[in-house]
């Protein structure tokens, strides 16, 4: 009768065990039974029943997808303790890989549970999230090349960092910039971090089937193809998408929180924000091979006339270069204007290293083309929704900074839902994410006005005295030490600190002023410093506008920054 005991408790445990998962089953059975139905408001339809629906799995999606499907918090275990049986219990039955992670990290002392008694940890998956991506095939663009340090450092703070191995990413340490035949280097401050810790080159396509990899493995997330055309609105509250699949049948899903990353050409923001997307120029994209870069693992920048000429690796044999044409309007690739302005206008400009290498990309004809867009976030506050990724907020491609900042913004909403177990109540949910738009703001606007300064800096314009800081910029970068290191920081998402940008600026402004007024001052020397510091004032303060001065240098005197959970929303 003893030794029969033990075995009435495991008895008992397997049958509490299948009782919860069958639980855990229903809540999604319940989901997919209420897909057809409309939305009642507090029940989660759509799907399968999802907690979050995601439009668009490009980096911002299938990150955030991977960030709030992923187990986050131990009160995301279901946990049956039972009474010590005669033997000491070894193990608990773990459902599930994700556990482990938490085990290791000591978020769940195994070990206590294990000594304490018979432990059954049955594991909830995180939310249940729903993404719909219109092709899920591997892209192939010419867009988001080049991870900053910043980003590969949000990649470890969401466990995504495996996601730039096996894709022959590039390691890149500094950027070389090229003017006028003067040359100057800049490393990456790398020192403090973990030796993965540096930007990476590598395909596109090849590093988002890795994010869209890692979120599909995780059972509570569905990846899906399919376009979605438009958001459902019931009283002023999103309650889901309505989508074609690939198949052309349109199809709804519902969830309390849709979250819409579809990109820089999204055609669902129009209802959800009001910003207006400026496109100042278009990088024409070539592909180079078998060529080596002047500085290996640097990216080069040529500031070049009429605008800047871009290369770095995007593979061990392949270099990506993005020359900038100005205007509202390219070349046509058609009738052969691109390959003659490529030919007779940039190829000159293009390091001697390179040059054939880039010769030959033309010649091949694997010409690409892309608008650089730059649009301010300003979302409205809208029930049941929210804007994410390039959809929400861009900036010039120049510095290579969209994919952390949309990291960064994941990391910031994840911590933001962390503490919530009901995302039913829309109004409290819209008052609350308030603060995802304070919080995002360190780094999102140091990011966005280092990229649209630099662009107006160094990208084409007629006004000689934007010319003029940007040969002082230059000048101070040549210089190394504190400046240029300050700068790669700055570039690299690592120092996410508006001021400290701002700052960065008026250095490099103050040392233009300092070479036309020392050692004696004269009045055209006083008349250039004048119109310096009037060229500097009108690319600075736009900007400075367009970000908000208050929540960007003074976000703490925001009530959003100090917002607590709405306790309905906690339990
Ligand atoms: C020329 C260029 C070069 C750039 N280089 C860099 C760089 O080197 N480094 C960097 O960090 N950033 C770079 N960027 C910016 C970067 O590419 C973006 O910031 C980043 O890709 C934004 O990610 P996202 O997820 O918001 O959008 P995307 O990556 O564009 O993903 C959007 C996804 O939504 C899907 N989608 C669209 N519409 C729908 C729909 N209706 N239904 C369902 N799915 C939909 C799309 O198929 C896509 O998969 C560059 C941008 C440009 C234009």
Redesign the pocket.
């Known amino acids: 009768m003893e030794g029969m005991y033990p075995l009435g408790v495991i008895a008992a445990a397997s049958i509490l065990a299948f009782l919860l998962l069958v639980r855990i089953h229903g809540r999604w059975g319940k989901g997919r039974k209420a897909a057809g139905k409309r939305d009642s408001g507090r029940v989660a339809a759509g799907f399968g029943g999802a907690d979050v629906i995601v439009?668009?799995?490009?980096?911002?999606?299938?990150?955030l997808a991977y960030a709030l499907g992923k187990v986050t918090s131990p009160s995301s275990f279901f946990a049956i303790k039972l009474p010590v049986v005669s033997r000491p219990a070894k193990t608990g039955f773990l459902v599930d890989a994700n556990v482990t992670t938490h085990l290791d990290k000591g978020k769940v002392n195994r070990n206590r549970n294990v000594q304490s008694g018979f432990m059954i940890l049955i594991v909830q998956d995180g939310r249940r999230v729903h993404v719909?991506?219109?092709?899920l095939a591997e892209?192939d663009?010419?867009?988001?090349?080049?991870?900053?340090p910043g980003?590969c450092l949000n990649l470890f703070e969401l466990g995504l960092e495996d996601c730039v191995d096996e894709i022959d990413a590039q390691r890149v340490l500094g950027y070389v910039l090229h003017k006028n035949g003067r040359s100057a280097k800049l490393s990456l401050p790398l020192e403090k971090y973990h030796v993965d810790v540096a930007a990476r080159?590598f395909h596109?396509g090849r590093f988002?089937q890795r994010l869209r990899e890692k979120a599909a493995s995780l059972s509570s997330v569905q990846l899906k193809q399919?376009?979605?055309?438009s958001l459902i609105k019931e009283d002023g509250i999103v309650k889901g998408v309505v989508?074609k699949t690939k198949s052309g049948k349109e199809s709804k899903a519902f969830a309390p929180l849709t979250i819409v990353?579809?990109?820089?050409?999204?055609?669902?923001r129009h209802t959800l924000c009001s910003s207006e997307v400026d496109v100042p120029s278009y990088?024409v994209?070539l592909l180079l091979e078998d060529c080596q870069l002047p500085f290996p693992n640097h990216a080069h920048v040529i500031l070049a006339e009429p605008s800047i000429v871009l290369f770095?690796s995007i593979s061990s044999t392949e270099t990506r270069c993005?020359v900038d044409v100005p205007g509202q309007k390219v070349p046509s690739i058609a009738n052969g204007e691109m390959e003659n302005y490529l030919k007779t206008l940039v190829a000159p400009q293009v390091p001697t290293e390179l040059h054939d290498a880039f010769v030959a990309a033309i010649d091949k004809g694997n010409i690409r083309t892309?608008?650089?867009?730059s649009m301010p976030a300003d979302a409205h506050l809208t029930p049941g929704v929210l804007l994410?990724?390039?959809?929400?907020n861009?900036r010039h491609?120049l510095t290579?900074?969209?994919?952390?900042?949309?990291l960064s913004d994941v990391i910031v909403l994840r911590n933001l839902l962390r503490p919530l177990h009901d995302l039913h109540d829309a109004a409290a949910l819209c008052k609350y994410l308030e603060s995802f738009y304070i919080l995002r703001k360190p780094v999102a606007s140091t990011m966005n006005m280092l990229a649209d300064a630099f662009y107006k800096l160094f990208g084409a314009s007629s006004d000689e005295a934007r010319k003029e800081i940007g040969q002082a910029y230059f000048n101070c970068l040549s210089l190394g030490g504190g400046f240029s290191s300050d700068s790669t920081a700055l570039i690299g998402g690592l120092n996410a600190s508006p001021l400290h940008l701002v700052i960065h600026f008026l250095v490099a402004v103050t040392h233009g002023v300092g070479h036309l007024l020392l050692p004696i001052p004269s009045v055209g020397g006083l008349r250039g410093s004048a119109r310096l510091i009037s060229a500097a004032a009108r690319i600075v303060l736009p900007l400075m506008k367009a970000e908000g001065v208050r929540q960007t240098f003074f976000p703490a005197t925001f009530p959003a920054y100090y917002r607590d959970p709405p306790a309905q929303l906690k339990q």
């Open positions: 439009v668009g799995a490009g980096v911002t999606g299938s990150a719909v991506e219109r092709d892209p663009r010419i867009v988001g090349e080049v991870l900053q980003g080159g596109h988002i399919g376009t979605v055309t989508y990353c579809d990109g820089s050409f999204s055609n669902l990088f994209g770095y993005l892309m608008p650089c867009k994410m990724g390039d959809a929400f861009m491609p290579g900074g969209g994919m952390t900042v949309g």
